[in-house]
């Protein structure tokens, strides 16, 4: 029983399209993966470029050594004295010039904050933490009716002693 050619022909045929169908879409998906991939890669890369050109260099801070202050404190049970260092961060050198020429407003606003605290109220983290952002508020507020305020970011204490 042998086969009519034609038939062998017809039977032949729809088994090539099936692999070149397969074969094409094969191709399609490697390509357009292969773009895709491309396309994600570039993407970060330009936006890692815009990163950095957003980015400002680094300003070195600025900190403003203030004097010693030695002050007592309110009696709790006993009388005791407050001995402090104090470094202000500012924002600037000028903003740092601008409190250096008010020191002396400055050092009284510190004096009359340090002298209303306790022993008990300085003596945890807390407490400490609390004074410092007391300190930023005096230290920011204006010097004369129609000026802006102080740029001060932080304070650090470089030294504290209670006793």
Request: charged residues 25%; glycine residues 4%.
């Amino acid at each position: 029983m042998a086969q009519d050619p034609k038939q062998q022909s017809e039977e032949a045929a729809p088994a090539s399209k099936k692999k070149l169908i397969i074969i094409i879409a094969a191709i399609v998906l490697a390509v357009g993966g292969g773009g895709a991939a491309w396309f994600f890669t570039q993407q970060k890369s330009h936006d890692k470029k815009e990163e950095v050109k957003k980015e400002e260099p680094a300003t070195a801070p600025v900190f403003l050594t203030l004097d010693t202050f030695t002050v007592n404190l309110q009696p709790d049970p006993d009388e005791k004295f407050l001995q402090v260092d104090i470094s202000l961060q500012v924002a600037s050198p000028e903003a740092a010039e601008a409190i250096k020429l008010h020191m002396p407003a400055v050092k009284n606003r510190l004096l009359l904050l340090l002298t209303s605290k306790s022993a008990a109220e300085i003596s945890t983290v807390e407490g400490k933490q609390e004074l410092s952002n007391e300190i930023i508020e005096e230290v920011k507020k204006p010097f004369s009716p129609n000026t802006k305020p102080q740029e001060v970011s932080g304070v650090f204490f470089t030294s504290f002693v209670v006793q």
